[in-house]
Antibody
Framework: EVQLVESGGGLVKPGGSLRLSCVAS????????MHWVRQAPGKGLEWVSS????????HYRDSVKGRFTISRDNAKNSLYLQMNSLRVDDTAVYSC???????????WGLGTLVTVSS | DIRMAQFPSTLSASVGDRVTITCRAS??????LAWFQQKPGQAPKLLIF???SLESGVPSRFSGSASETEFTLTISSLQPDDFATYFC?????????FGLGTKVEVK
């Protein structure tokens, strides 16, 4: 059974940092591009970043470029999101997702809540 | 960014009803469109990919269609388990973008 479990969320002040983790199980992690997607309270889904299976290709949405860094450790079946210079509008539930063969995503985790507030 | 206009935002229906949800892309995304179902406290579930391909294990009452930049999810006969929120997702280009969702509720 495919499972994605996120952790690392919490309350942080504006300008602070957090590192999110996503541990994968039930599939060959090192064969899949992975993604971070977020949803702010009462708002729609927003893609954040993607990383290819070998970390060769990385993409970020413009609003997080230079502040967030996506990475992975295939030996640990883990995906990460280092978030620096956090802003109030980064407040959201952050979920990791696996790429489906078609290019969309198929499996998602339940997410971890990041709250940026003074 | 490609904008995905999804409508309606809420839909009231009864078991057995035929339900249609639409997403309109702001530009050509070919057929790179997926539909997801999400229930409270659960992760999204992939229903349809490539606009009209049914994901494995998804009941055949779900179907997708496309006409240029307009995409439709149809539930042919709504079942009790189908009351949920549905959203579309384009993966034609980064940044991926999503519709705001359609909540299907009991009439």
């Amino acid at each position: 059974e495919v499972q994605l479990v996120e952790s690392g969320g919490g309350l942080v002040k504006p300008g602070g940092s957090l590192r999110l983790s996503c541990v994968a199980s039930g599939f060959t992690f090192n064969s899949y591009t992975m993604h971070w997607v977020r949803q702010a309270p009462g708002k729609g889904l927003e893609w954040v970043s993607s990383i290819s299976s070998s970390s060769n290709y990385i993409h970020y949405r413009d609003s997080v470029k230079g502040r967030f860094t996506i990475s992975r450790d295939n030996a640990k079946n883990s995906l990460y999101l280092q978030m620096n210079s956090l802003r109030v509008d980064d407040t959201a539930v952050y979920s990791c997702a696996r790429t489906h063969a078609s290019g969309t995503s198929d499996y998602w985790g339940l997410g971890t809540l990041v709250t940026v507030s003074s | 960014d490609i904008r995905m206009a999804q409508f309606p935002s809420t839909l009231s229906a009864s078991v057995g009803d035929r339900v249609t949800i639409t997403c309109r892309a702001s530009q050509n995304i070919v057929r790179w469109l997926a539909w997801f179902q999400q229930k409270p406290g659960q992760a999204p579930k992939l229903l349809i990919f490539d606009a009209s391909s049914l994901e494995s294990g998804v009941p055949s009452r779900f179907s997708g269609s496309a006409s240029e930049t307009e995409f439709t999810l149809t539930i042919s006969s709504l079942q009790p388990d189908d009351f949920a929120t549905y959203f579309c997702h384009q993966y034609y280009d980064y940044p991926w973008t999503f519709g705001l969702g359609t909540k299907v509720e009991v009439k």
